[in-house]
């Protein structure tokens, strides 16, 4: 549910910043774990009544390697090769 998914977060978020993340069985960078719950909540959300009543589509994307100051500019893809898919289903 979307209550668990958020205490889930939560949970990592203060073992982060106590420093405990990794004993408690975390991943050391928050990037995997940021990418888990977003296509969470995005499945979470598809199936939300209004969501459904309203034949509404509910997407999750990952652009790829993209050459952003994220990466380094060492991205494979310019940035609007990576926006591609994204606006396309918008």
């Not at 982060?16 to 004993?23: A, L, V």
């Not at 979470?44 to 050459?67: A, D, E, F, W």
């Amino acid at each position: 549910t979307k209550k668990d998914l958020f205490e889930l977060v939560r949970e990592y978020e203060n073992n982060f910043k106590e420093g405990s993340h990794i004993k408690n069985g975390w991943p050391k960078w928050s990037y995997a774990l940021s990418k888990l719950a977003i296509n969470i909540y995005a499945k979470i959300l598809s199936k939300h009544p209004t969501v459904t009543s309203n034949r509404i589509q509910v997407y999750s994307y990952c652009p790829g390697y993209v050459k952003t100051d994220m990466t380094g500019n060492k991205g494979k893809l310019t940035p609007a090769e990576g926006a591609t898919t994204p606006v396309f289903l918008a």
